[in-house]
């Protein structure tokens, strides 16, 4: 009968876990990678990483068979970690005849163990909204849940008494062929407002700072004219180019809530517009960004300025 362990994550276990993710990817025809020195740079080296947070389910020749990456998501406000809210950053198990039973014993393991630190529900694998590890790396950069294609994880999951809670959509759009919309709306706005590039592009949060810790940031705002005032920001990242193993090829938009209002509403998509436009001068090739597909506000947005949808996922939860 196989026997395996649950231990916390040491140093000389990146070689496995880099092979634990390439077995697992492989299952649903994913090229996804996350190498050696994406471990230590992207995801190890994050100052809220707690090696009790990774746990290994190990044979008894130590061979490790799959892993749980788990811990706090961050807070609504986004600046620190919550308290009572968790999240299931990555799951991997190998491919195997036991993988159901190694996965229910590791996502067991998450929950007793987030349980006694006092949270109060847990949510797989990232959102938008919550997230900290794996961005850029994992699929569907780890802000869209479970990506349909990973019919295993959402089954372990489906048994350890997660329930799907909203379904998630990745957009994105060919810069080269990018015309942004112009109407009369559209060139009234242009008289009246301007948008700029933010010269300090670090955030002045020191928890997203963090999460994108591996990556780089350029901000846009939207200003009125008169009076002047600071009226929206949006946040593009992609990861550092020095990091030669992960894409950085796509920049990635953290899109904000749609404001309400005609008017509103039309200011924003001109700050986006105007953001794309300049990120097209700079040769920039595609963009990408992730939403939920059950709002219709978004959607429509992102319609109107040419983005197309090319993945679906589901956010999973459970309350502890």
Same mark, same amino acid.
């Not at 492989?26 to 100052?47: E, G, R, Y």
């Not at 807070?75 to 229910?104: F, M, P, T, W, Y």
């Not at 301007?194 to 928890?207: M, P």
């Not at 809530?257 to 509103?264: M, Q, R």
């Given at each position: 009968?196989?026997?395996?362990?649950?231990?916390?994550?040491?140093?000389?276990?990146?070689?496995?876990?880099?092979?634990?993710?390439?077995?697992?990817?492989? $299952?649903?025809?994913?090229?996804?990678?996350?190498?050696?020195?994406?471990?230590?740079?992207?995801?190890?080296?994050?100052?809220?990483?707690?090696?009790?947070?990774?746990?290994?389910?190990?044979?008894?020749?130590?061979?490790?068979?799959?892993?749980?990456?788990?811990?706090?998501?961050?807070?609504?406000?986004?600046?620190?970690?919550?308290?009572?809210?968790?999240?299931?950053?990555?799951?991997?198990?190998?491919?195997?005849?036991?993988?159901?039973?190694?996965? $229910?014993?590791?996502?067991?393991?998450?929950?007793?163990?987030?349980?006694?630190?006092?949270?109060?529900?847990?949510?797989?694998?990232?959102?938008?909204?919550?997230?900290?590890?794996?961005?850029?790396?994992?699929?569907?950069?780890?802000?869209?849940?479970?990506?349909?294609?990973?019919?295993?994880?959402?089954?372990?999951?489906?048994?350890?008494?997660?329930?799907?809670?909203?379904?998630?959509?990745?957009?994105?759009?060919?810069?080269?062929?990018?015309?942004?919309?112009?109407?009369?709306?559209?060139?009234?706005?242009?008289?009246?407002?301007?948008?700029?590039?933010?010269?300090?592009?670090?955030?002045?949060?020191?928890?997203?700072?963090?999460?994108?810790?591996?990556?780089?940031?350029?901000?846009?705002?939207?200003?009125?004219?008169?009076?002047?005032?600071?009226?929206?920001?949006?946040?593009?990242?992609?990861?550092?180019?020095?990091?030669?193993?992960?894409?950085?090829?796509?920049?990635?938009?953290?899109?904000?809530?749609?404001? $309400?209002?005609?008017?509103?509403?039309?200011?924003?998509?001109?700050?986006?517009?105007?953001?794309?436009?300049?990120?097209?001068?700079?040769?920039?090739?595609?963009?990408?960004?992730?939403?939920?597909?059950?709002?219709?506000?978004?959607?429509?947005?992102?319609?109107?300025?040419?983005?197309?949808?090319?993945?679906?996922?589901?956010?999973?939860?459970?309350?502890?």
């Amino acid at each position: 009968m196989a026997v395996w362990t649950i231990r916390s994550f040491l140093n000389t276990d990146t070689p496995q876990l880099s092979k634990l993710w390439l077995d697992h990817h492989s $299952a649903f025809h994913c090229d996804s990678t996350c190498s050696v020195s994406a471990w230590d740079q992207c995801v190890l080296s994050k100052p809220f990483f707690d090696r009790d947070t990774l746990a290994l389910a190990v044979a008894n020749d130590n061979k490790a068979l799959g892993f749980v990456h788990f811990g706090f998501a961050s807070n609504l406000a986004g600046n620190r970690a919550s308290d009572v809210n968790a999240i299931v950053h990555n799951l991997c198990v190998s491919q195997n005849k036991d993988e159901d039973n190694i996965a $229910a014993m590791l996502l067991k393991h998450a929950q007793d163990t987030l349980k006694l630190q006092g949270a109060t529900n847990i949510t797989a694998l990232g959102t938008t909204e919550r997230n900290a590890f794996y961005l850029g790396i994992g699929d569907g950069d780890n802000l869209m849940g479970v990506v349909a294609r990973d019919a295993r994880t959402q089954r372990w999951l489906g048994h350890a008494g997660f329930q799907t809670t909203r379904p998630t959509e990745c957009w994105e759009m060919d810069l080269s062929s990018f015309r942004p919309p112009m109407d009369r709306l559209q060139i009234g706005i242009r008289r009246t407002c301007t948008v700029g590039r933010l010269l300090d592009e670090d955030s002045n949060q020191w928890w997203q700072s963090s999460v994108l810790g591996h990556c780089e940031q350029v901000r846009f705002n939207l200003v009125l004219r008169s009076p002047p005032k600071v009226e929206y920001e949006i946040m593009f990242w992609y990861p550092d180019p020095t990091y030669s193993e992960i894409d950085s090829s796509v920049v990635r938009l953290w899109l904000p809530a749609v404001p $309400a209002g005609d008017e509103a509403r039309e200011r924003f998509i001109y700050l986006m517009a105007e953001s794309l436009r300049q990120l097209q001068q700079e040769r920039k090739y595609a963009v990408r960004t992730y939403a939920s597909a059950d709002h219709q506000p978004t959607i429509t947005l992102l319609l109107r300025l040419g983005f197309r949808s090319i993945e679906h996922g589901m956010v999973f939860a459970k309350n502890l």
